[in-house]
């Protein structure tokens, strides 16, 4: 089983980020997904998920990203998304994509399979 972040990166305030979650080794399609992320001291924290059949209107944002930041699915490609408009400097963290048997959830705790991470810096 493994979940390959990409797509972080340094972009100034205001900017645009897109990253990716390429997953392999279990069926995609049957788990749901979410994006956490975790600053420097601060404990991990959910951003968005989505469940198994990727339909957008019931994804579920954390209030300090909703109306910025997207999240979507392709099963065909076994990848998630995460599209990250209007970036602020509170939104650097390294961020984690994240997948769970049992559906999509709000709390980090319950999701099984993990990825490394990707740095986020939003900075001038």
């Known amino acids: 089983v493994q979940l390959v972040e990409s797509g972080g990166g340094l972009v100034q305030p205001g900017g645009s980020l897109r990253l990716s979650c390429t997953a392999s080794g279990f069926t995609f399609s049957a788990y749901g997904v979410g994006w956490f992320r975790q600053a420097p001291g601060k404990e991990r924290e959910f951003v968005s998920c989505?469940?198994?059949?990727?339909?957008?209107?019931?994804?579920e944002y954390a209030e300090a990203v909703k109306g910025r930041f997207t999240i979507s699915r392709d099963n065909a490609k076994n990848t998630l998304y995460l599209q990250m408009n209007s970036l602020k400097p509170e939104d650097t963290a390294v961020y984690y994509c994240?997948?769970?048997?049992?559906?999509?959830?709000?709390?980090?705790?319950?999701?099984?399979?993990w990825g490394q991470g990707t740095q986020v810096t939003v900075s001038s």
């Open positions: 994240a997948a769970r048997a049992s559906g999509s959830s709000m709390r980090s705790a319950e999701y099984e399979y």
């Open positions: 989505i469940r198994r059949l990727g339909i957008t209107r019931y994804a």
